[in-house]
């Protein structure tokens, strides 16, 4: 397991976005943390990056469930947070976003059971003044490496 202190939200965007250029088709994230610890900041700056967008706007995917962006692979981008049943993200088309693009899943325990237990999860959570973000899981040592 490899972490990063993010000692404040520049911090969080810039890790994003030296993230963003190493993933790949395929690639889950799952993101976990509590409210406020960044989850959504995160996501939004590493689709930004991707994009090479930064002022590209990135909704919340809180009552939509999920946000779809057009590129090379796609970006998914969920947020679980008022699913009310995990059977629910086939309905969303999770299976597609997971084969042919990059899957950025907030809350991802409420997925359990649908979401790959190979995905790459990072973990949020206060530390000091900043936060704490852990990888662990399918590619973390690649591209904690990379980073």
Not at 39 to 68: H, N, Y
Not at 103 to 128: C, M, N, Q, Y
Request: proline share 7%.
């Amino acid at each position: 397991m490899s972490s990063l202190f993010l000692p404040d939200e520049a911090a969080t965007i810039a890790f994003a976005g030296r993230l963003a250029p190493f993933l790949i088709a395929g690639d889950c994230l799952l993101l976990n943390g509590d409210l406020g610890m960044g989850k959504s900041t995160f996501a939004r700056a590493l689709i930004r990056a991707r994009f090479g967008d930064p002022e590209l706007e990135v909704p919340s995917p809180t009552f939509t469930l999920v946000q779809i962006y057009d590129g090379e692979p796609p970006i998914w981008h969920f947020d679980l947070y008022r699913l009310s049943d995990p059977d629910e993200l086939i309905e969303l088309g999770v299976d597609e976003a997971l084969a042919e693009g990059i899957s950025l899943i907030e809350w991802p325990d409420r997925g359990a059971g649908v979401l790959p237990k190979d995905a790459l999860r990072l973990t949020f959570a206060e530390e000091g003044a900043g936060r704490r973000v852990r990888l662990s899981g399918g590619r973390s040592g690649e591209l904690a490496a990379a980073l």
